[in-house]
């Protein structure tokens, strides 16, 4: 799971800021107050400059919130239900709870990104023109840099590789004509790579030519769309291999539970050595209450053994993941990511029936991969 900082919530959906966007936002307010303007808005003095550079790098990243709920809110028409929004600098992830399962959902949710980013460049440049005087205008050189940016945005998004969204309508379109997902997702991806390859080899071309913060945009924007390409083959690869998968077929069924009351000192002496396990579920009065793993004994010194219980230094129930048997694999892959343990508790009818850790998904990513080659 993508993390941030939450912010707010607007249409039901959580709005987070990835931590990497304080520095892109001082990096790229930076270059616009000592570069972009100066360059291409002369007159001014050093102080509006940065007002002009700042105000322009927030006010691209409002332009891209919008885009990114144009995305999130035809997704929840449709019955896709994005939960959150993680926005960057220049675009954002959102975290659907599952995806488009036909290509013209794909389609609707792809374009609605561009849209919206032409229709915010039509607005900024009319207001622009609206706000056009003789002489140099702070103002009118904001809104027309906005109006640029949106351009660039749409433009940038429908290159068609995944997972800009031009890669996705592109995804949609090969996905509607096959009917095979797999090989269109492999597709755009591919293209989505080669763009990115030629964007880092243009990037560093421009830096050795004198063009330094040009060409690391390009290089850090060609970096990041690499990544986004291969991961996105590579998570449609994961959710097709855990499809159908439910935990009851995967889970650890042979559990040892610890009593609540029993000291550290004991638990480690009757139980972590003998079971060899690095977590254990936690029984007091037949009933699971939290999970003692070998991290939390750690995190104790020798001295507090043999005065310690296990529920004094468990991590009770509330704050553990806990599935049940019935619960898809899938659905369990985000539930442990966003806990901090890497394991869940398999919990049916108020007894302890089984664990799963992300160890045991991921050998059956690789299992399956393997199998498929």
């Not at 996905?175 to 989505?192: E, H, L, M, Q």
């Not at 924007?221 to 590579?234: D, K, L, N, P």
């Amino acid at each position: 799971m993508t993390r941030g900082i939450k912010l707010f919530t607007l249409f039901n959906i959580q709005i987070a800021l990835d931590y990497s966007w304080f520095i892109v936002f001082a990096l790229f307010g930076w270059s616009l107050s000592y570069g972009y303007f100066p360059h291409y808005a002369p007159g001014f003095d050093k102080t509006t400059y940065l007002a002009l550079g700042f105000s322009s790098a927030f006010l691209i990243f409002v332009c891209v919130l919008i885009h990114e709920l144009s995305h999130s809110l035809v997704s929840n028409s449709l019955g896709h239900k994005v939960k959150r929004i993680t926005l960057f600098i220049f675009g954002g992830i959102a975290e659907m709870t599952r995806e488009p399962d036909t290509a013209s959902v794909e389609l609707k949710i792809a374009v609605a990104g561009p849209i919206a980013s032409a229709l915010l460049a039509a607005i900024f440049y009319t207001l622009a023109k609206l706000a056009a005087t003789p002489d140099p205008s702070a103002t009118e050189a904001l809104l027309t840099y906005l109006g640029l940016v949106n351009t660039m945005l749409c433009i940038f998004n429908l290159i068609p590789g995944f997972p800009l969204d031009g890669g996705r309508i592109l995804r949609a379109l090969w996905w509607g004509y096959t009917g095979n997902i797999d090989s269109a997702t492999r597709a755009a991806s591919r293209i989505g790579v080669g763009f990115a390859l030629i964007l880092i080899v243009l990037g560093f071309m421009q830096i050795f030519s004198g063009n330094i913060v040009g060409g690391l945009w390009a290089v850090l924007i060609g970096f990041f769309i690499q990544r986004a390409a291969e991961g996105g083959y590579r998570q449609l690869q994961y959710q097709q291999a855990l499809s159908g998968v439910l935990v009851r077929e995967l889970m650890s069924s042979t559990v040892v539970s610890i009593p609540g009351e029993l000291k550290l000192e004991r638990a480690i002496e009757q139980y972590f050595l003998v079971h060899h396990h690095v977590s254990f579920p936690v029984i007091v009065d037949g009933k699971p209450v939290g999970l003692i793993t070998l991290g939390h004994i750690r995190s104790l010194g020798h001295g507090q053994w043999s005065n310690t219980t296990v529920r004094e230094a468990m991590d009770p129930l509330t704050s553990v993941t806990v599935l049940t048997p019935e619960t898809k694999v899938i659905d369990a892959v985000g539930m442990i990511s966003r806990g901090t343990l890497g394991r869940a508790v398999v919990i049916k009818e108020g007894r302890v029936v089984g664990m799963l850790s992300r160890g045991d998904i991921m050998r059956l990513l690789e299992l399956k991969t393997v199998l498929k080659e």
